[in-house]
């Protein structure tokens, strides 16, 4: 079946299909690049073709790049390295909000906007290749945990729970076509997340310092208050709280392969 034959069988869709593991997306940057523009303007065609289904857009604080206003408010513009190895990612999914933006202006789909911060939790893969598995599933082992440069770099990190809560309540807002910023504000450097992942789990690994991979940016926090007067969306579960749950859920299934060995 040709996409725009594609029949409503559903009220909403969500677009949330792309790596997003830099380890895994640069792996293949050119399916990237495919996967959020080509994924986009299929998705965007069903809604379109479809009247009165709405569709979400899972974009990202890529969109910022390495940002030079901190912490992101949605009106700031990024700043993207256009040929850089994180460009497939970032500029796919720039352009697939301008996508976005454009059938909702020329054709009046009803999109809907998220720029999702650093998300764990449960159920990631043990080689997803970003930090918080990485780090979990050196320091259950008591292998080196691999902090990539001096590790002071910062990121913010929201829990699985209420970053499916905040895009749920996206979907269902009435509100005007706008993209909103979900994550957690609460800050901490790379070295701090380390550190936290070693007491929790009691283990005995070592911190080694590798190379910084080229683009990473230096700091990520998101302005969340669009959200908040928004959706009436702010996450709940702290970091600590958070990281405990994902330990118990990566010590389940190491637990699992060494009984099945
Ligand atoms: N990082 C690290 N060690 C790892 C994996 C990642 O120090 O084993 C760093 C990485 O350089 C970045 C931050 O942790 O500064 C977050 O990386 P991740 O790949 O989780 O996501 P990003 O926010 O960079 O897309």
Not at 65 to 92: L, S
Request: glycine share 6%; aromatic share 8%.
């Amino acid at each position: 079946m040709h996409i725009n034959e594609a029949k409503k069988e559903a009220d909403y869709i969500f677009n949330l299909a792309c790596p997003a593991s830099p380890c895994h997306y640069q792996a293949q940057p050119v399916e990237t690049t495919k996967t959020a523009i080509l994924g986009a303007i299929n998705t965007l065609e069903i809604a379109k073709n479809n009247k009165g289904v709405r569709i979400l857009q899972a974009s990202t604080s890529e969109i910022y790049g390495d940002p030079r206003e901190h912490p992101q408010k949605e009106d700031y513009w990024g700043y993207v390295n256009p040929t850089g190895i994180r460009a497939c990612y970032d500029e796919g999914k720039r352009c697939a909000e301008t996508l976005f933006f454009d059938y909702y202006r020329e054709y009046g789909v009803d999109i809907r906007v998220a720029r999702i911060y650093n998300t764990y939790g449960p159920r990631m893969r043990a080689d997803d290749g970003r930090v918080v598995s990485n780090f979990i599933c050196a320091a259950l082992k008591n292998e080196p945990i691999t902090v990539y440069g001096d590790g002071l770099q910062t990121r913010s990190f929201c829990y699985v729970d209420d970053m499916v809560e905040g895009l749920l309540s996206l979907m269902n807002a009435d509100i005007q076509a706008q993209p909103i910023n979900l994550g957690n504000p609460d800050e901490r450097t790379i070295l701090e997340l380390a550190q936290m992942i070693v007491e929790l789990t009691n283990s005995s690994s070592v911190i080694e310092h590798h190379g910084l991979p080229s683009d990473d940016p230096v700091k990520r926090q998101p302005d969340i208050t669009r959200a908040k007067k928004l959706l009436d969306w702010k996450p709940t579960i702290s970091l600590e709280e958070g990281l405990m749950k994902t330990i118990q859920y990566f010590d389940g299934i190491m637990l699992d392969t060494s009984q099945k060995k």
